[in-house]
């Protein structure tokens, strides 16, 4: 049984810096893309930032310069390094991974929240 958990969300001051982790379980997850993706309260879910199995990343426009997204194939686990935080950045934090064959990400976590204060 496929299972993403998230770690190292929590509350931090604008300015501040976060480090989260997804650790995934399974199955093989070397050749997957994984990601990483937020939802606001009252807002849709948003794609922050990807990474392919042979290290190709995409980030949104809103994150780029911040947020650094890596990943340790041996551990099959993601990671989000979050710096300059920002009060809109605030939201649930989803992991996510989709393999080669899938035209959408197919398993997601349940989520970590991270709340930015001003």
């Known amino acids: 049984q496929v299972q993403l958990v998230e770690s190292g969300g929590g509350l931090v001051q604008a300015g501040g810096s976060l480090r989260l982790s997804c650790v995934a379980s399974?199955?093989?997850?070397?050749?997957?893309?994984m990601g990483w993706f937020r939802q606001a309260p009252g807002k849709e879910r948003e794609f922050v930032a990807a990474i392919t199995w042979s290290g190709s990343i995409a980030d949104a426009d809103s994150v780029k310069g911040r947020f650094t997204i890596s990943r340790d194939g041996a551990k099959d686990t993601l990671y989000l390094q979050m710096n300059s935080l920002k009060p809109e950045d605030t939201a649930v934090y989803l992991c996510?991974?989709?393999?080669?064959?899938?035209?959408?990400?197919?398993?997601w976590g349940q989520g970590t929240q991270v709340t930015v204060s001003s």
């Open positions: 996510a991974t989709r393999s080669s064959s899938d035209s959408e990400y197919r398993y």
């Open positions: 399974g199955r093989t997850f070397s050749r997957d893309t």
